[in-house]
């Protein structure tokens, strides 16, 4: 291939500045990393690209992006630092250009992908506040594949933008998280609890399968905080929470909604299958220490189709559960109290 003209560099470098406002426009973490593929393409056409972000603890770099050929086989796959080409870039934190023929590609070959096929391979670190936090990775695959030494130099200056672009997106998805998170138990809040209460509801209707909501709030849990502090109590919510976490199935929802109160949302699943589920997280409650709980649950749509509607009715049957005695979970009418 000859030489890269300079007119072509200098225009790479004008679609770079172009680039800049779509990508960092982006407001996803996704929406951004496509927007990056997306941008570097027509500037420095590629077959393949993928992005890692660098775990320094566990000594990886974790795929969190990738297109082109052997898309599976890539996000399958965390390159260690000490032990792969994708890993000696970044702690080197430069640039590293690999024709076909280099004997790194023979050495280093990702899992599940042909080692006959020929590749040129472009690694630039990404760097954002002086720190780097991953590696830009860009391949051309084919017959007689290369890139010439300014297209690795466009690459490393589009880095630049990428890393900017990267960083400010998972922060703010960072921020987001902890917008919908509860501080001290990790679970999701109150916020996230309505706004998946809401889309659940919105599936009843859609596609008429029941949801079904548990709430749960810890009994004389204010003796506790009166008799042996608020880090006491601090502890019950957090194991509690932890029970709950490892208690639900994988695709219920559990929340702090707030104070001592939690919330189990239960898609899929009708008032017997509610009724199976509660008893069952009661029951580990009850085995993982001395924490007791009062529940109630309502099922949507018998008991309601809004968010309002269906935390009232399982709060008034988490109210009877305490009236009766506490320690126990109250259901639909025709159920009895575990």
Same mark, same amino acid.
């Given at each position: 291939?000859?030489?890269?003209?300079?007119?072509?560099?200098?225009?790479?470098?004008?679609?770079?500045?172009?680039?800049?406002?779509?990508? %960092?426009?982006?407001?996803?973490?996704?929406?951004?990393?496509?927007?990056?593929?997306?941008?570097?393409?027509?500037?420095?056409?590629?077959?393949?690209?993928?992005?890692?972000?660098?775990?320094?603890?566990?000594?990886?770099?974790?795929?969190?992006?990738?297109?082109?050929?052997?898309?599976?086989?890539?996000?399958?796959?965390?390159?260690?630092?000490?032990?792969?080409?994708?890993?000696?870039?970044?702690?080197?934190?430069?640039?590293?250009?690999?024709?076909?023929?280099?004997? *790194?590609?023979?050495?280093?070959?990702?899992?599940?992908?042909?080692?006959?096929?020929?590749?040129?391979?472009?690694?630039?670190?990404?760097?954002?506040?002086?720190?780097?936090?991953?590696? %830009?990775?860009? *391949?051309?695959?084919?017959?007689?594949?290369?890139?010439?030494?300014?297209?690795?130099?466009?690459?490393?200056?589009?880095?630049?933008?990428?890393?900017?672009?990267?960083?400010?997106?998972?922060?703010?998805?960072?921020?987001?998280?902890?917008?919908?998170?509860?501080?001290?138990?990790?679970?999701?809040?109150?916020?996230?609890?309505q706004e998946r209460l809401s889309a659940e509801l919105a599936r009843v209707s859609r596609e008429?399968?029941?949801?079904?909501?548990?709430?749960?709030?810890?009994?004389?849990?204010?003796?506790?905080?009166?008799?042996?502090?608020?880090?006491?109590?601090?502890?019950?919510?957090?194991?509690?929470?932890?029970?709950?976490?490892?208690?639900?199935?994988?695709?219920?929802?559990?929340?702090?909604?707030?104070?001592?109160?939690?919330?189990?949302?239960?898609?899929?699943?009708?008032?017997?299958?509610?009724?199976?589920?509660?008893?069952?997280?009661?029951?580990?409650?009850?085995?993982?220490?001395?924490?007791?709980?009062?529940?109630?649950?309502?099922?949507?749509?018998?008991?309601?189709?809004?968010?309002?509607?269906?935390?009232?009715?399982?709060?008034?049957?988490? %109210?009877?559960?305490?009236?009766?005695?506490?320690?126990?979970?109250?259901?639909?009418?025709?159920?009895?109290?575990?």
């Open positions: 291939m000859s030489a890269v003209p300079a007119t072509r560099v200098a225009r790479g470098l004008e679609e770079i500045i172009d680039a800049a406002a779509g990508v %960092l426009a982006a407001q996803s973490l996704q929406a951004t990393l496509k927007a990056m593929a997306s941008a570097l393409h027509p500037i420095v056409p590629f077959t393949s690209l993928a992005v890692y972000e660098a775990d320094l603890d566990a000594r990886e770099l974790h795929p969190v992006f990738a297109i082109g050929r052997h898309v599976q086989e890539t996000l399958a796959f965390s390159p260690p630092l000490d032990a792969s080409i994708t890993g000696k870039a970044f702690l080197r934190g430069r640039l590293v250009h690999l024709e076909p023929g280099h004997p *790194w590609l023979g050495s280093y070959q990702l899992p599940g992908t042909p080692a006959d096929e020929e590749e040129a391979l472009i690694v630039a670190p990404l760097v954002a506040a002086g720190a780097p936090i991953g590696t %830009l990775n860009v *391949w051309r695959e084919g017959f007689e594949p290369s890139f010439e030494r300014e297209e690795g130099q466009l690459i490393r200056r589009f880095t630049t933008l990428a890393a900017m672009a990267y960083d400010n997106a998972r922060r703010r998805e960072q921020l987001s998280q902890l917008a919908l998170t509860d501080d001290l138990t990790g679970l999701p809040n109150r916020r996230h609890f008429a399968v029941p949801v079904s909501l548990l709430l749960l709030d810890v009994d004389d849990f204010k003796s506790v905080n009166d008799s042996l502090g608020h880090a006491a109590g601090d502890g019950v919510l957090s194991e509690l929470a932890g029970v709950l976490r490892d208690g639900v199935r994988t695709a219920d929802v559990a929340c702090r909604t707030g104070g001592e109160e939690f919330a189990v949302i239960l898609p899929n699943a009708d008032e017997d299958e509610a009724q199976h589920c509660a008893e069952r997280l009661l029951e580990r409650i009850r085995i993982a220490g001395d924490i007791r709980v009062s529940a109630g649950i309502a099922t949507s749509p018998t008991d309601g189709r809004s968010v309002e509607a269906l935390f009232q009715i399982a709060d008034d049957r988490l %109210l009877d559960a305490k009236a009766a005695g506490k320690d126990r979970l109250v259901g639909p009418p025709h159920e009895h109290a575990a």
